[in-house]
């Protein structure tokens, strides 16, 4: 990225229930970044798999980021209002004959060695009315990338994931072939998340090689993990983060950031706290570290 380009980034929750202190977290990590570049910070709402989505959580992910002063610039991006765009880039790769149709069970899945998927159906003929995924051929390539701080990270998508899906049997769109497309249509080219997405993010770049887009810049921040070394999530039973005392949870990120926030900063009101967090914002402290703290 250049010193003229302006620095876009992004942070897209699922509306599958409220935020948690872990979400709150990477977005805090993520906006700092964003803000401490003088650049934009736009949200995403990844609510493409309808099954999992509950409503009111889209309106409920907003006001609490608000409420923790993490606003966002540009109009929220809904994902379900692009499947005519991921159609479009999925209609280009199969112009290109980089995609085939996997009719492969969920039994034939988990037998392969170590989920790498040697591509069963890539010279299989599957029926038009079978249920199917959509799958992208891979090849030898290595996909090398340095995370500003995880350091190089190299891949060969060969080895570790083989062919991999781009639309699911139920037609769902996945999500590493959707956030490529997200990404590109936003202009994003800064990428804060957590380390919990490191892996998929060689598929992420691959795709971005073959439509010939721009790669973002990509830090993965440690994941806040609980007692039993979980990392705290819905599927973890992370509770509600509470928003009765923003400014205080504000403070507590910014320690588990490795931010150190004087501790006169403990009970300033939030604008102040994230004025002084982006003044003084330090990524480098989080280096090499994957899972950063224990969740009291």
Known sequence: MSDAQLYVGRFAPSPTGPLHVGSIYTALASFLDARSHQG????????????????????????????????????????????????????????????????CSRKTLSALPADIYPGLCLNQQVLPDTPHAIRIQTDQRIIAFEDELQGLIKHSLSERHGDFILKRKDLVIAYQFAVVVDDYLQGVNHVVRGCDLLDVTPRQIYLQQVFKFITPSYMHVPVIVDAEGHKLSKQTLAHAVDTHSPSQLIFKLLGLLKQHPPIECQNAPVSELLD????????????????????G
């Open 276 to 295: 002084w967090a982006q003044q003084h914002w330090n990524p480098a402290a989080l280096k090499g570290t994957v899972q950063l703290a224990v969740a």
């Open 40 to 103: 934009q910070w736009l949200l995403r709402i990844d609510d493409l798999d309808t099954t999992r989505n509950i409503k009111n959580s889209a309106d409920n992910i907003l006001t609490t980021l608000e409420t923790f002063g993490l606003t966002w610039d540009q109009a929220v991006y809904y994902q379900s209002q692009h499947l005519s765009d991921y159609q479009e880039f999925l209609d280009q790769l199969n112009h290109r004959q980089l995609l085939y149709p996997c009719s």
